[in-house]
Structures are given as C-alpha cells and as structure tokens.
C-alpha cells in the first residue's frame, strides 16, 4: 500500500499547467526530497494530496483512498509566510492548541486527551519548552520544530512539509533536517519534505521528487539528479557537478538551487511568483 | 465574608454616586457597558485577523446607513445595522485578496461617506444628528435602544461563540486551517458580519469615526499586555469596558464629550502598552 500516489494527474490553475498527466507513488513510511525550480507546482502538488486543488485530470489516493478535503490521515506544514501580529505575540502553544479540533465549532475547549495529544507533538520534536515562549521570541529553526509539532496533531500516516529549511541558517537547516528523520524513524510515517537545495537533505531522504516542466520524475538521487534528466525537466541544458557528498546543479556557469533560493530569502521576485500559483488555487 | 464587605461598600459608593442620580446616566452606563463588551472580544479578532482596516471601511459604510434610514424615518441603528451587516457579507465574499483589498476597502468606504453626504444634503435639519452619528451620543440612548443594543449583543457574542473554534484556527493559520476542512470564506463571511454588528454598536457610542478607540484599541493592548490567547480576549473586553465607563465618568466631572474622554483613555492604555516593559513582564511570566 502506498502512502500518497498521484495517476496521470493533471492539474491548470489560471490557465498554466502545472503538472501534466503525473504519475508517481511514493511508499509508506519513505522519506522523500521534492525539489524544482521556483512556480514548479511544489505547493500546488502538496495542496493537491490535501483535496484542495481541483483537478484536471486523474487520480490521487491516500493510503489507497481517493484523497478528500480535511483528510486526518495527512498532516501538513505550510509554508511560512506572513507575520499577524496576533501569531507572534502568541505562545508556541496557544498556537499549536488553536490547531487541535480548530475544525470543530463552538467555543475552544481542551479536554484531557487533547492537552495529553498536544503534550505527545510537542515532545516529539523536543518543543515543550519552547511552547511557553511566544512565537516572536523563537528563532526560525526553533519556530519550524514548534509548527512541526502541529503536523502531528492527530497521528497522520502521510507528513507534507513545505519548505521547512526556507530562510534557515545551515546550522538550524541541519537540525531540522535530522528531527524530521528520527519522526520518520520513530513513527514509521511517509514524509515528502520540499526544498529549494538538495544538499541539505541528501543524507536523510530516500529517494527524490523532482518536479519541472509539469513533469515530475521520483527516483533515487543518483537516478534523478543526472544531467539528461534535469535537463529535460528544466528545459533547459543542465549539468551536474558532484564535489565529495555534495550535488550542484548549473545551468551554464549559473548555480540553479542556489540561485532560487538567494531570491527567496530577498523576499524578492522570485517569491511573489511561488505564491501565484497559491492565489490561484483559492479562486 | 470581609471581602464580599468591602466589594458592596465599593458597589455601593459607586452606585450612590451623583452621577446615577440621572436616568440618561445609567441607561448611558449600561449602553456603554454592553457596546464595550461586545467591540473588546470582537475587535479582538479583528485584530488577530489583521483586517482592522475592514472594520473601520464598515463604520463609515454605516454612516450611510444610518442617514439613509434618518431619511426615511427610521431608526438610525436600523439602517447602521443593515448597511454593515450588507457591506460584511459582501467583503466577506470578495474573499482575502491581501493585495487587493485596501484599495477596494478604501474606495468602498469613500463612496459611502460620500452617498452618507448627499443624504445628509437632503435633510439638512439633521446637522446635529450627523454630529451624533460622526461622534457618537451615548448621553442621547433611550431605553428602546439600549433594548436593541443588548439584543444585538446577545446574537452577535452567540454567533462569536459558535464560529469560535475555526475563527481562531484559520486566523492564526488559514492554510493549514483550510488544508483540515475549515471553510475558510464562510468563517471569514460570518465574522465580518459580527464585527458589523459590532461596529455599529460601537457607533452608537463613539460615533462612527471613532470605532478604532473601542474595537481596535483594547485588543491592541490586550495583545502585547500578555501572550495568553484567552486571557487577551478577556483583557480586550475588560479594557474596552474601563474606558468606556471611565470616559463616561470623566465627562460627567468635567463636562467634556464622552467620545473624547474614551479617546483619550483608549489612546493613553494603548500608548503605554507599546512602553517596554520587559523586566515586569518576565516576572510576571515567571509566577503564571
């Protein structure tokens, strides 16, 4: 049985297509690197698994069950954006409570299995003591393992975590990296972690999602990241350099990951186009 | 026992003061209290939301409103309430553009005052009422209004209560709350139309140009005075409701507008709590 597999899917937004008849089935319990350039459809694809992106064509199955709006088998991490005043002056757990039965209606209340629930996350990604500091007090890294914990909520099978490393120093990339692994390790849960560098991740994951040219090629690292295979999804000439454990992929003399990602922490150009395809999926 | 002693003797010293000799001055208290009540937990979550930019667009809607219904011989509040409660519904469908949506709220709210001018215009004998509706006229409540008011209040904090759960999930975190199954546009749809509530409330108080000061104000200063969710909605509502009857106190004493006094104190509470009072507050951290 496979955690998340997509059949020949093909999903529009305002007229672009961003994946074209996709197929690719990712197991249970693997952990998988998504990566592609900026507006590939990273988020799109993760908002898809969630039932929240009407498709043009296909199928999508979670834990072999048609996917569907609220589904409590996956757990998701947005990506970071936005700063409401309310959610940094906030504790870390006051937020990550807002989470647990937020779906209900009625006046919030905790009952005893609900704050034993909360207690598990947290302690999962070793946040219990960040989560009576206000969000504004903790650094970035601190902050993702906080709303990490909140994917957990409700024991999911399935974990998308949508850019967790953006805007993180190498150090904090490094420890979130390897919380994610010990959750993989720990709770036997498929994990599809997107990022904008391999590198970071080369160690911890199973195999890579490669997504580009509306295409997306799931494979082991050494299969996907090939000159003739980025090539293709980039459509552009792409060459890969491997220096000791570490992967680059150029285009010309030009550092393909390094440079989306450069962008991204400028708040930049770049940015404002990956939240496009997010904009559109609400309309 | 001692302390039940010392609550009655502060009630009643209160309560024995020269100012609830009056009858406009307690309906004036209650109308005050009920309003404030009400625009500290509403404007809580405008403020959580970030869209207090809205709720100042749907005062000035209801300003057209109001003298729409002047104009036709009906209760100012009624044509307040119908306008807001119109203009929320309809934001709240437009959906939560971010980059769109100051300029459409600003050209909403330009257009209503503008049509609130021309009714104006046909009714110029209401140049006090205008007055009234700009800056609010507590002292001027009658009892049939503050029947309506509390009602309204009632249905509005019922409606708060049901829509709680996903409000506060999809305020602090609309995607992950869209991605569990919360419907977003209808939360957000049934939440402008409270805060239209509110804001008309509030109007009939302060006046439409200063709802900020009761709605907007004690929620900002709830929201740095402390990191708890539900102790800042509580320190929203109280704050909201000390200035509303500390205004009304302080200008029965010195004669001043209401409006002015409530201003003020909403200004100085809100300027103090930006002050950095970061030693008192890791004390205080410390003992909760």
């Not at chain 2, 975190?173 to 804001?199: C, K, Y």
Request: proline share 3%; charged share 15%; glycine share 12%.
């Amino acid at each position: 049985m496979s955690a998340l597999s997509f059949d020949q899917v093909s999903i529009q937004l305002g007229g672009r297509t961003i994946l074209a008849s996709v197929s690719f089935a990712v197991e249970n319990g693997e952990f998988i690197g998504m990566l592609g350039a900026n507006g590939a459809g990273k988020t799109t694809l993760m908002r898809a698994a969630l039932g929240l992106v009407p498709l043009k064509g296909g199928a999508i199955s979670v834990l072999s069950r048609p996917t569907s709006r609220g589904n409590g088998a996956i757990g998701y991490m947005p990506q970071a954006r936005g700063n409401l005043p309310g959610l940094r002056r906030l504790t870390g757990y006051d937020i990550v409570a807002s989470a647990a039965g937020g779906a209900g209606w009625g006046l919030p209340r905790l009952d005893a299995a609900m704050r034993r629930e909360i207690d598990w996350a947290l302690e999962a990604v070793d946040a219990r003591d960040l989560a009576r500091r206000s969000l504004g007090e903790l650094s970035g890294g601190e902050r993702q393992r906080l709303l990490l914990s909140q994917a957990l909520l409700g024991r999911p099978r399935l974990l998308l975590l949508d850019e967790p490393l953006i805007s993180l120093d190498p150090g904090h990339q490094k420890s979130v990296v390897e919380i994610v692994r010990r959750l993989r390790e720990e709770l036997k849960i498929a994990i599809i972690f997107s990022a904008h560098e391999l590198n970071p991740l080369i160690h911890a994951i199973d195999r890579v999602l490669y997504l580009g040219a509306g295409n997306a090629v799931l494979g082991a690292v050494d299969e996907v990241i090939t000159g003739p295979v980025l090539s293709r999804l980039y459509g552009t000439d792409i060459e890969v350099v491997r220096i000791n454990d570490r992967v680059f992929v150029m285009a010309g003399d030009v550092d393909v990951e390094r440079d989306a990602h450069r962008h991204d922490e400028e708040g930049g150009h770049h940015h404002a186009g990956g939240q496009h395809d997010h904009d559109g999926a609400h309309v | 026992m001692r302390r039940a002693a010392i609550i009655t003797r502060v009630a009643n010293t209160i309560t024995m003061a020269p100012m609830f000799d009056y009858d406009f001055m307690r309906t004036a208290f209650a109308a005050a209290g009920i309003v404030a009540l009400l625009s500290g937990t509403v404007g809580f979550f405008l403020v959580l939301r970030g869209q207090t930019f809205a709720g100042h667009a749907l005062s000035h809607v209801g300003f057209t409103g109001a003298t729409g219904a002047v104009l036709f011989g009906l209760p100012p509040l009624a044509g307040l309430v119908g306008f807001t409660l119109l203009a929320g519904f309809g934001m709240g469908l437009l959906g939560e553009k971010l980059s769109e949506r100051d300029v459409a709220i600003g050209m909403m709210l330009s257009l209503a005052l503008g049509l609130g001018l021309l009714f104006l215009h046909f009714f110029t004998s209401y140049a006090s009422q205008a007055a009234a509706l700009l800056f609010g006229n507590v002292l001027g409540v009658d009892n049939q209004a503050l029947l309506s008011l509390a009602l309204l209040a009632v249905v509005s904090l019922i409606a708060l209560g049901f829509i709680a759960r996903p409000l506060i999930f999809a305020s602090l975190q609309s995607e992950l709350a869209e991605a569990r199954g919360v419907p977003l546009r209808f939360v957000s749809t049934a939440f402008l139309m409270i805060v239209a509530i509110a804001v008309s409330e509030c109007a009939q108080i302060v006046g439409v140009l200063l709802v900020f000061t009761l709605m907007v104000g004690p929620a900002a200063a709830a929201l740095s005075f402390t990191r708890r969710l539900y102790a800042a909605i509580a320190l929203s509502a109280a704050l909201a409701l000390i200035e509303a009857w500390g205004g009304l106190t302080l200008a029965f004493y010195s004669d001043w507008p209401v409006s002015f006094w409530i201003t003020a104190l909403s200004g100085l509470v809100y300027f103090t709590s930006l002050v950095d009072w970061g030693k008192l507050r890791a004390r205080a951290g410390a003992t909760a």
